[in-house]
C-alpha cells in the first residue's frame, strides 16, 4: 500500500501554478500557414527589454507525411467522423474527412477500429519541476521563501530528464503548462512545453506562448507563511496580491513612461515587478489556483481592481457555484473529475463540476496536478462527462473531448493553434486503440508537431529518458 | 419490528448475473431473504410478498469490496482531529486497532457505496508495525454495526519509509521485527516471568508483543507494506522463518518475482496504477496486476485514495486494459478480497447463504459510461444520496436556494 499521505503531501506542495510564456520566434522549421492566426507576437516578454530572453529553440522533428485512415477522428469541433481520414504534412494537419488522399511518401496507418483525437493537453502540471524519483534533490516547485517570489521561472526548473514525462507522453499528452507549486500567494512564471524528448527545455518550449503567472488562494500560502512573517488569514492573502500589483502598477508607469522617449538612464530592473506589470499589460496570463467560490469572487474582484483578466481557476472544486459569474467573467475552470476532501476547501468538490460549469455557458477543462493523472485525462474527461450525462446534464462527447483539447489550448493562449483537428493547425494528433472515453483504450500513436514520439507497438517509438538507462528495468526485461 | 426484517425479501429479477464463484448467468434471479442470498438462478420462484428490483438488461455482481485505504478513519486529509488511522506515538503499535476509531458517519461512506463499493479494508498507515486493519460494511449506525471482521490482519511497514523506525537502514528494519518476533515468542514462554519483572527488558510493550502471537501462531495475516523487490524477498523470508502467514501490500516490482510469491502463496495487494518510479520502486509499472496473476499469484487490486475509493472500478477497468482478463479483474475485487481477509464463507460471491452486498449496474461496472442502479448491503437497499448529490441538488440551478 502507498502511503495515502502522499495524496496529502502531492498536494500541499503541487497545486499551484503560475506562469506563462511570451510570444517568441515562430517554429523556424513550421512556416505559419495563412489560416494559423500568429500568437500574439505583440506580447513582448517585458517592456523593460528590448531584447529576447530565454529564448524557445523548438525545431520542428523532420518526418515523412502521415495518413491514418478508416479511423473514428473526434475532430473536437463538432465532428465524429466514422472511417475517417486525416493528413499530416511538415508539421501541419493538411486534410480531415471521410477520405483523404496520401500525400507522396506518406506512412499510410490503417485506423481500423481506432481513434484518433487532437493531442491532449495539461494546462496544470507539475512535470520537470516535482521530477521523479521525488527526492528533496528534484523538489524545485515552490520557492518558498517569500509570499510573493512572481519573479521566478518554473522553466528554470524544468528537468527534461524527469522520467514522468515519456508516460505522460503515452497517455497521449501534447502540450502541458508547467507551474511553479501554490505556497506562494503567486508563485511565478509557468513553462509552456511541446511535450517531447529533449535535452533542454528551451527546445521544449512552445513557440509563441506567452507566459502563465502562477497565483494561489486559500490554505497553502496561509499554511506555509502563518508562522513565517505572513499572511496568515483569507483576508492577509488578499492584502499580499494588493500590495504587490500595486507595487506593479507603479514600476509600470515608471518603465511606460521611460520607453516613450528612452531618455536618460532606464530605471532599475525588478524582475518580481516585471511579471506583475506583464499581467497588467495583458502579456502574461494569470492562471489562479482556487478552490472556494467565495474566493473566487474575492479573486474576481482583485481582477477588476487593478484591470487584468484572470484565464482560468485551477483546481476551482467549488466552480459549479458560481458558474454564471465564472461564465460571465469569461474565465476558465480548469477542475479534476473527482478530487476532493483531501483538505477543507476541497470538502464540497462533486463530479459534476466540469458539467454544471458547461451547462452554464462557461469553459471547463479537466486538468491533472499530478504525474499519475495526466497520464489519462481522457478518463478523467469521460468520468466528468458522464457524471454529467446521468445528472441530467446532456453533455456531448464533443464537449468532453474539448475539456481536454482546445479549451485547454485557449487557457494557454494558443486555441488558434493547436487543440482541435482542422487543417493548419500543428499535428499535434493521438490514435487511440478504441473509443478514447472507454477505460480499456490507450494511446497507440502520439504525433508531436507531426513526430511519431510514442508508438506503444514499436520500442523504436518508446523514448527513455537518461533516469531510466540502466535503473528501470525496460518493459520485458528481468533486470 | 425484527418479524418484519426477517420477513424482508427482495428479488432482483432479469438482469445478466456475475456469481464470480461461477459463470455469469443471463436472466436470472437473485433472491434475498433476511439479508442474505437466498437463491441465484434462471429457476428461481419469486414469492409474492417481495419486492422486485427489475434488472432487465443490467449487470448484477457482488458488492466490490476496497483491500486499501482507509474508510471511517480520515474525514479531511488535512485536518489532523479527523484522522485516525496513525498512533503517532508508537512505532511498534502492535495492540494498535484501529476499530474504535472508525466514524460511522463518515460522510465518505455514502459517496462510496452509492458506487457500488460495499466493503472496506480500514487500515492503519505508518511506522514500522501500524497497527490492525479491520473489515467494514459500509452501512451502519454504530462500529459493531459495520464491522465485517476485526481484526484482519496486522499491518507492517517493510518499504523505505520503515527505515526511519529502525536506524535509517533497511538491515535495521528486519533485524528489528526479528527481534520483536522472537520477543513476543519469549515474552509466550515466559510470561510470569515478564510480569515479575525477573528477565531482560524486551523490545516492546507487553500488549503490543501479546498482539503478535496471533500473527506468529498463523491466526492473523502480516500485510506487509513491502515495494522494493529487495523488501519482498525480506518479507517472503520473513514469513517463512517464522512461519507466518503473509500478505503482501504495494508491490510494486512484485512482477520481477511474481514466480518466487507464487510458489510461497502470498496474495498480493496492488493498486494497479501506479507507475511513478522512485527510489523504492523504479520497476513499477502498469502491468504489474496481470504479471501476477499469469504467475498464479492471488491478487486483489486496491484504490488507495479513500476519498475516492469509488474509483476502484477504474483502478479494475485499467488492470483489465494491462493485462488482466476481466473475469479476473471482478475477482480481484470481490471474492479474492474475501478470500485474502478470511471472510469468503460470507463476502465476495452470490452464493446462497451469503452476505447480501448486492450491487445493479447499468452495464460493465468498470466502464465510466456505467451507473451505479441499486445497492445493497446486507440486504438492505441503499438509497442513492450523499452529501455530494445534496450539493448538486443545490446547485444545479442558479442562484441555490438555501
Not at chain 1, 11 to 36: D, K
Not at chain 1, 319 to 331: N, P, V
Not at chain 2, 277 to 302: C, I, M, Q, T
Request: net charge neutral; charged share 20%.
Amino acid at each position: 500500500m502507498r502511503n495515502p499521505e502522499y495524496l496529502l503531501v502531492a498536494l500541499a506542495i503541487g497545486c499551484a501554478s503560475a506562469g506563462a510564456r511570451r510570444t517568441e520566434t515562430a517554429n523556424p522549421a513550421t512556416p505559419a500557414p495563412p489560416a494559423r492566426a500568429p500568437v500574439s507576437q505583440a506580447a513582448a516578454e517585458s517592456a523593460s527589454v528590448d531584447r529576447a530572453q530565454y529564448p524557445s529553440t523548438y525545431r520542428r522533428h523532420p518526418n515523412p507525411p502521415v495518413l491514418i485512415r478508416n479511423a473514428t477522428v473526434m475532430t473536437a469541433t463538432g465532428q465524429e467522423i466514422r472511417n475517417g481520414s486525416i493528413v499530416l504534412r511538415d508539421g501541419r494537419i493538411v486534410a480531415v474527412g471521410e477520405k483523404a488522399d496520401a500525400p507522396a511518401g506518406a506512412v499510410v496507418v490503417d485506423g481500423t477500429g481506432k481513434y484518433v483525437t487532437p493531442g491532449l493537453i495539461d494546462d496544470h502540471s507539475h512535470l520537470g519541476v516535482y521530477a521523479a524519483p521525488g527526492t528533496d534533490a528534484e523538489s524545485d516547485g515552490n520557492e518558498a521563501t517569500n509570499p510573493v517570489t512572481a519573479e521566478v521561472w518554473a522553466e528554470h526548473s524544468f528537468w527534461p530528464q524527469d522520467p514522468q514525462i515519456p508516460l505522460a507522453i503515452a497517455g497521449g499528452i501534447t502540450t502541458i503548462q508547467a507551474l511553479p507549486g501554490s505556497a506562494n500567494l503567486i508563485g511565478g512564471r509557468s513553462a509552456i512545453l511541446k511535450l517531447i524528448p529533449a535535452r533542454t527545455v528551451q527546445e521544449m518550449k512552445f513557440p509563441g506562448a506567452r507566459y502563465g503567472l502562477k497565483m494561489a488562494c486559500g490554505e497553502n500560502p496561509k499554511r506555509v507563511y502563518g508562522r513565517r512573517g505572513g499572511p496568515s488569514t483569507r483576508m492577509g492573502n488578499m492584502a499580499g496580491y494588493r500590495t504587490a500589483f500595486s507595487q506593479a502598477e507603479a514600476y509600470r508607469r515608471k518603465w511606460d513612461s521611460w520607453n516613450k522617449d528612452k531618455k536618460g538612464d532606464p530605471p532599475e530592473r525588478n524582475l518580481r515587478l516585471e511579471s506583475l506589470a506583464e499581467v497588467l499589460r495583458g502579456n502574461i496570463y494569470v492562471q489562479n489556483h482556487c478552490y472556494r467560490a467565495d474566493e473566487m469572487a474575492q479573486m474576481v474582484d482583485l481582477a477588476h481592481e487593478f484591470g487584468f483578466k484572470i484565464r482560468s481557476f485551477h483546481h476551482a472544486v467549488e466552480a459549479y457555484k458560481i458558474a454564471d459569474l465564472l461564465a460571465k467573467e469569461g474565465t476558465s475552470v480548469s477542475v479534476w473529475a473527482d478530487w476532493w476532501g483531501f483538505k477543507e476547501e476541497a470538502m464540497d468538490g462533486i463530479q459534476q463540476n466540469a458539467a454544471l460549469n458547461q451547462q452554464a455557458g462557461g469553459r471547463p477543462l479537466l486538468h491533472s496536478d499530478s504525474p499519475s493523472g495526466i497520464q489519462r485525462l481522457n478518463q478523467e474527461a469521460a468520468k466528468a462527462m458522464y457524471a454529467g450525462q446521468r445528472a441530467g446534464i446532456p453533455i456531448t462527447r464533443d464537449q468532453a473531448l474539448r475539456w481536454i483539447t482546445v479549451n485547454p489550448a485557449w487557457t494557454l493562449g494558443l486555441d488558434s493553434i493547436v487543440g482541435t483537428l482542422e487543417p493548419g493547425k500543428m499535428a499535434d494528433v493521438v490514435v487511440w486503440s478504441g473509443d478514447p472515453f472507454s477505460v480499456y483504450s490507450k494511446a497507440v500513436q502520439v504525433y508531436n508537431d507531426g513526430w511519431l514520439v510514442y508508438d506503444r507497438n514499436d520500442a523504436a517509438h518508446q523514448p527513455r529518458t537518461d533516469f531510466q538507462l540502466g535503473q528501470v528495468p525496460a518493459p520485458g526485461s528481468d533486470r | 419490528m425484527i418479524a418484519v426484517l426477517l420477513a424482508q425479501m427482495i428479488a432482483i429479477t432479469g438482469g445478466t448475473v456475475y456469481p464470480v464463484s461461477g459463470p455469469k448467468i443471463a436472466n436470472a434471479t437473485v433472491l434475498i431473504r433476511d439479508g442474505k442470498i437466498a437463491a441465484v438462478g434462471t429457476n428461481v420462484s419469486v414469492p409474492t410478498d417481495a419486492t422486485r428490483i427489475d434488472a432487465a438488461g443490467k449487470w448484477v455482481t457482488p458488492g466490490l469490496i476496497d483491500g486499501g485505504g482507509q474508510m471511517g478513519l480520515v474525514e479531511i486529509g488535512a485536518v489532523a482531529g479527523t484522522r485516525d488511522g496513525s498512533l503517532a506515538t508508537d512505532s511498534v503499535a502492535a495492540s494498535f486497532s484501529v476499530a474504535e476509531g472508525l466514524n460511522p458517519a463518515s460522510v465518505l461512506i455514502p459517496v462510496t457505496r452509492i458506487e457500488g463499493i460495499t466493503t472496506a479494508l480500514a487500515a492503519p498507515v505508518g511506522h514500522l508495525i501500524s497497527g490492525q486493519a479491520v473489515l467494514i460494511d459500509l452501512d451502519g449506525a454504530t462500529i459493531e454495526q459495520m464491522l465485517v471482521k476485526s481484526p484482519v490482519g496486522l499491518v507492517v511497514n517493510l518499504s523505505e519509509a520503515a527505515k526511519d523506525e529502525a536506524g535509517g537502514s533497511r538491515a535495521g528494519v528486519s533485524a528489528r521485527l526479528r527481534r520483536l518476533l522472537r520477543d513476543a515468542l519469549e515474552y509466550e514462554r515466559r510470561k510470569v516471568d515478564f510480569s515479575r519483572g525477573q528477565m531482560q527488558p524486551l523490545s516492546a510493550a507487553a500488549p503490543d508483543l501479546e498482539a503478535l502471537l496471533p500473527v506468529l501462531h498463523g491466526r492473523l495475516p502480516l500485510i506487509a507494506d513491502a515495494e522494493r523487490r529487495s523488501d519482498i524477498e525480506t518479507a517472503l523470508r520473513l514469513a517463512k522463518e517464522f512461519q507466518l502467514k503473509l500478505i503482501l501490500a504495494g508491490a510494486a516490482e512484485g512482477w520481477e518475482i511474481a514466480g518466487e510469491i507464487a510458489a510461497a502463496g502470498v496474495p498480493v495487494l496492488v493498486q494497479p496504477l501506479d507507475n511513478i518510479p522512485s527510489y523504492d520502486s523504479l520497476g513499477v509499472r502498469y502491468e504489474n496486476a496481470a504479471l501476477l496473476v499469469k504467475a498464479g499469484v492471488k491478487v486483489v487490486l486496491l484504490e488507495t485514495d479513500t476519498h475516492n475509493s469509488r474509483n476502484l472500478r477504474q483502478q479494475a477497468g485499467n488492470a483489465v486494459a494491462y493485462g488482466m482478463s476481466w473475469d479476473q479483474a471482478l475477482r480481484a475485487v470481490t471474492l479474492s478480497p474475501s478470500e485474502v481477509f478470511g471472510v469468503a464463507d460470507r463476502y465476495g460471491s452470490l452464493e446462497p447463504g451469503k452476505v447480501a452486498n448486492v450491487v445493479v449496474w447499468s452495464s460493465d461496472p468498470f466502464e465510466f459510461t456505467t451507473g451505479v442502479e441499486h445497492v445493497l448491503i446486507r440486504g438492505k437497499e441503499i438509497p442513492l444520496k450523499s452529501r455530494q448529490t445534496e450539493l448538486f441538488e443545490r446547485y444545479k440551478k442558479l442562484p441555490p436556494t438555501y
